[in-house]
């Protein structure tokens, strides 16, 4: 079993900046890849980034050149780090771990553990 703890949302103006953190505990064979997907209100639920064993990184073409993605394998944690935020990014952002990054590849899954979320919200 894995568990994902997210943390660092918050409430932010539109270029502001926010940094996730994703702490992941268990067993750790149990995924390759770990990434983030957020959904809003009367949204469907979409991937936004995605970070594999070997550290390669995808991303949603709406986050391209503004959030990064990275992991600490010592702190079994993981962080997204969010630039130029717009209000179009509010929403909850949550944890995800899989064998492969569903949440990015097929629409509104998510993966085999996810996190409780944590919320970000930006105001114009």
């Known amino acids: 079993q894995v568990q994902l703890v997210e943390s660092g949302g918050g409430s932010v103006q539109t270029g502001g900046s926010l940094r996730l953190s994703c702490a992941a505990s268990?067993?750790?064979?149990?995924?390759?890849?770990m990434g983030w997907f957020r959904q809003a209100p009367g949204k469907e639920r979409e991937g936004v980034a995605a970070?594999?064993?070997?550290?390669?990184?995808t991303y949603a073409d709406f986050v391209k050149g503004r959030f990064t993605i990275s992991k600490d394998s010592a702190k079994n944690t993981l962080y997204l780090q969010m630039d130029n935020l717009q209000p179009e990014d509010t929403a909850m952002y949550y944890c995800?771990?899989?064998?492969?990054?569903?949440?990015?590849?097929?629409?509104?899954?998510?993966?085999?553990?996810w996190g409780q979320g944590t919320q970000v919200t930006v105001s114009s």
């Open positions: 995800a771990a899989d064998h492969i990054p569903r949440w990015m590849t097929i629409p509104g899954t998510r993966g085999i553990y």
């Open positions: 268990g067993n750790h064979k149990s995924y390759i890849y």
């Open positions: 970070i594999g064993g070997d550290g390669s990184a």
